[in-house]
């Protein structure tokens, strides 16, 4: 069985790239990270990628200032790459339509809560567990999802929740969540890896 080929898109620290990374190295999780794509030059993600070899691209306004040239540079750095599966971790540009098109049911992304709540359009890093916490819901966790046309709107994978403390704090939250979002990611791609969720449309 072939592994599976991943690339990782991300914009910040890239703990659940490096937790990809390390279930690949200790789990024997049969996948390969062939990219890490940034659009963020000053992301620690791509120290991450160094360390292990992992190639790595910046494509952002500071070498792409015209979002024509860097959609067609994300879409042919990805062509040129050919994974069998794009996921976006902390990734915080939106992925223009040609590459959703290309890649239909390819791509999945990773998101700190349990989506249809607080989510979409300007619901991201601790933006989210201020939100969980003002609602108070006394559940929060992580989804992961395939993406579509729309901003966390596509269909679900996975989902797995944690229970709010009394006295929880956004940074409380967000570290709990964090700490989930590696293991489900991990969770999605095996499942990936068995067949028991379809790629592809
Ligand atoms: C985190 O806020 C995480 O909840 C979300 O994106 C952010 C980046 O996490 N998925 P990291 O770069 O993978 O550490």
Not at 40 to 54: M, Q
Not at 66 to 74: E, G, S
Not at 133 to 161: K, N, P, R, W, Y
């Amino acid at each position: 069985m072939p592994r599976l080929k991943i690339v990782v898109l991300v914009s910040g620290g890239g703990s659940n790239f490096q937790a990809i990374l390390d279930a690949i190295q200790g789990q024997n999780l049969e996948a390969e990270v062939v990219g890490l794509i940034s659009n963020r030059k000053e992301a620690f993600a791509l120290e991450r990628a160094r360390k292990f070899g992992v190639e790595s691209f910046y494509i952002g306004k500071g070498n792409y200032p015209d979002i024509q040239d860097r959609d067609q540079a994300l879409l042919q750095t990805l062509e040129a790459l050919a994974p069998d599966l794009i996921i976006l971790a902390g990734y915080l540009a939106i992925l223009p339509p040609e590459v959703i098109a290309r890649f239909k049911r390819r791509i999945i992304n990773i998101h700190p809560s349990l989506i249809p709540n607080h989510c979409g359009p300007g619901y991201y890093g601790i933006k989210v567990h201020e939100s969980v916490i003002l609602s108070g819901d006394a559940m929060s966790g992580a989804t992961t999802h395939f993406v579509d046309e729309g901003v966390d709107t596509g269909e679900v994978i996975f989902q797995e929740t944690v229970a709010l403390s009394e006295d929880e704090t956004p940074l409380t939250l967000s570290n709990k969540v964090l700490s989930i979002e590696h293991k489900l990611l991990v969770y999605t791609l095996k499942a990936i890896i068995s067949g028991d969720v379809r790629l592809g449309a």
